[in-house]
């Protein structure tokens, strides 16, 4: 599969480098390290949040870092989780001695390295505390996970967590409000078309022309069923469908909705996608609070889409509309 690079093996710190120069004034790189913050980090009596993994999967993580949202990004090289000593590097960077809180997907990699890091900080008297997402209804275990993988859901807790970072929050308060949007928060995505890792140069699987998968992994992990393609209404009727058995919701529940695009998916798709989701939630009694389509959590170039819905009470609508300056998740 072509790609847009120089040498695969560097594509991590050239992409670092460019997000750099196409945010100056809002980002910078800890040197030494594949460790992104906020510009102004570690930011004066305010608990720093910290969150990352393998890279491939932009604009997440790096571009959701600003005020209101993360302090800081920690990128693994592509679909890797970052190591040990670099998620350290991260927590250092933000810690203001009010605490650092780490948004954690739950990949085992992520989840071992996330947490090894968090007890040498810990050790060296930081205080932490973290969340595991876990929000696709797909499957209960794959390749990567134990337990339900975390995957556009994700940028929600980022949002919400942040925004409570932003507004004084403590540690404690952080993390009750990461946890309680976890809890409410639920995605399933699927693929037509495969990605390549640009080490590989090959596709990580394959689909037949007529041929798309239900519930897969951004990483390419395997989902519920491979199908004969189907049309946007009855792709979005399957992905809600099972969100909503998921959530057993009550008729009038205000909901978020994110029609998220796997990185090749045009917004014309995503738009007719986000048409009839907008629908069937309409019918079944639900009130769309905000909506937001386009690229949140990629997969490379892959093919396909997610929903997330996100549960919403005032707490959480208030925290979703604080204001935003992340590149890639700009709230007034």
């Known amino acids: 599969m072509k790609k847009i690079i120089n040498d695969p093996n560097e594509v991590v710190q050239e992409m670092i480098a460019g997000m750099i120069s196409a945010s100056p004034n809002q980002l910078k790189q800890v040197e030494g390290t594949t460790v992104i913050t906020r510009k102004d980090a570690p930011v004066e009596n305010k608990v720093g949040i910290v969150s990352g993994g393998g890279s491939g999967h932009e604009p997440a993580h790096a571009g959701y870092i600003g005020k209101g949202m993360l302090d800081a990004a920690v990128l693994g090289e592509v679909f890797t989780s970052p190591s040990v000593d670099q998620v350290y590097e991260g927590i250092k960077a933000v810690d203001s001695g009010k605490g650092v809180f780490l948004v954690i997907k739950n990949y085992t990699g992520d989840v071992l390295n996330f947490e090894m890091a968090a007890e040498l900080a810990e050790a060296e008297g930081m205080k932490v505390a973290q969340v595991i997402v876990n929000d696709d209804v797909a499957v209960e275990d794959s390749s990567f996970t134990t337990g339900r993988r975390g995957i556009a859901g994700t940028v929600f807790v980022h949002k ?28 399933m995505g699927m693929a037509i078309s495969p ?21 897969i992994g951004i990483h390419g992990e395997p989902g519920i069923e491979r199908q004969k393609i189907a049309t946007a209404a009855e792709i979005a009727d399957e992905l809600t469908g099972k969100i909503l058995d998921d959530m057993k919701l009550n008729k009038a529940d205000e909901l978020a909705v994110m029609i998220n695009g796997l990185g090749s998916t045009p917004n014309m798709e995503l738009f007719i996608i986000n048409e009839k989701v907008q629908k069937t939630l309409k019918e079944k009694g639900f009130h769309v609070y905000r909506t937001f389509v386009g690229e949140y959590m990629t997969a490379l170039e892959m093919g396909g889409c997610s929903v997330t819905l996100l549960k919403l009470d005032k707490e959480l609508k208030e925290l979703l509309d604080h204001a935003s300056d992340a590149p890639n998740f700009f709230v007034r």
């Open 160 to 187: 919400i967590a942040g925004a409570k970072a932003e507004l004084g929050g403590t540690l404690e308060e952080v993390k009750e409000i990461a946890e309680k949007t976890v809890a409410n928060v639920r995605s």
């Open 195 to 215: 990605c390549a890792i640009p080490a590989a140069g090959e596709a990580s699987f394959t689909l037949a022309e007529n041929e798309m998968e239900i519930g």
